[in-house]
């Protein structure tokens, strides 16, 4: 734009852009500002004036989505909506499936609750522009209840707008609705995905879901070619740490904090060839929990669970011991229970644990715990090593 150009935008009285449009009629800024100085004018009759502007400005610059978004604005606000309509039509027909305008689009025919004909404009928005994805996924569930026509008709079919649409119902806690969803990006088998897979799983155990959480991860196991023998019975994944913990998942989850560390321990196992060891070194009294794993079992059932530990030189009167709790429960069926506290130096001692679940309750926690110590000289030095766990039903 020239300087003279410029500073007539600068100056925008009505006089300083009508003399710039008689000396530069194809530059459409000047137009627009001319549409405004019209159109924003407190108690302006010539609003007619505005329109025409804005299409000279519109016909000069086609792309510019403000100058469409401003003339269908003077038409809603002249009661013209099949004008609006159609300023708002055009600007697509001159933009094709831009984000923006098919929104606009969109939202200007839910007002006037046409719902059907708005779902190909969000859907259209949503795959091309990210940042619109959660308000149409919003939009969605308060305009349509059923998820099939939603996943058919508004989430876009590439894999990307899927996975967040995914993560959407995830944040959501529409978890049921979530699976077929994850059955189509679960295909993809890529880093992307198998976490969002990891955190479906997780969720949906925290949520007390155990045969859904149940499906997840196998379907995970097998995507990730992790998928291990045992016995048909056995609940517990990797309980003899032989394959590696992704830490993530129904895989066993091991926290970092503070005063210890934990390592798998190919020199120091009860069977097979590795072991999971914590050394805590003397520096801090934690509340020990940093080993756990979420299980699926079924509800109304009794079950039994087993795991070896073993110690060197715990210190503190506070030692290490195995705790199963319910997850996702009601408070009516919640339970916890512990094993013996192991301090000072044990060899591999069996320690066992029978539970029933109640008619609701589909998920525990197996955990590896210290409490926290009371006492004066309560900072805890040592090792321990766990191995060989198992939860499996038991009969009657």
Known sequence: MSVAGQWLLD????????????????????WTRYARLWHFLPNSPESQQAVESYRRAASLSPMDPGIWKELSNVHLERGEPEKAEATLRAE?????????????????????????EAFPYLRTAATHERSL?????????????????????????????????????LVRRRLPEAYPVWTEVSKANSPAMIRLGNSYAEILATAGMGTEAARVWKELLAITGRSEPKPSDERLTNGDFEANISNAGLDWRLIKGPGYQIDLDAFAFQNG????????????????????????????RKYRFQ???????????????????????????AFAHSTESRVETVGWVR??????????TSVVA???RRSLSRKLNNLIQGRAWIDNLSVKPREP
């Open 273 to 300: 060839t590795r072991s999971l060891r914590v050394t805590f070194d003397g520096t801090a009294n934690p509340e020990f929990a940093g080993v756990w794993q979420a299980v699926p079992v079924e509800p109304n």
């Open 351 to 360: 320690e066992q644990l029978d539970f029933q679940t109640g008619p609701r």
């Open 133 to 169: 994805r959660v308000p149409v996924f919003d939009l969605a569930w308060k305009l349509q209840a059923d998820p099939d026509v939603i996943l058919r008709e508004l989430i876009p079919a590439d894999t990307e707008a899927r996975a967040d649409y995914l993560q959407f119902l």
């Open 366 to 368: 197996i955990q590896l």
């Open 11 to 30: 100056h925008p009285s009505r006089e300083n852009l009508e003399r710039g449009i008689r000396w530069d009629p194809r530059n459409p800024a000047l």
């Open 92 to 116: 697509l027909t001159a933009v094709p499936h831009s984000p923006q305008a098919s929104w606009r689009l969109a939202n200007f025919l839910l007002v006037r609750g046409r719902t059907d």
């Open 307 to 333: 795991g070896y530990l073993k110690t060197d030189s715990i210190t503190t009167d506070n030692g290490l011991f195995f705790a199963i709790v319910s997850l996702g429960a009601p408070r009516e069926e």
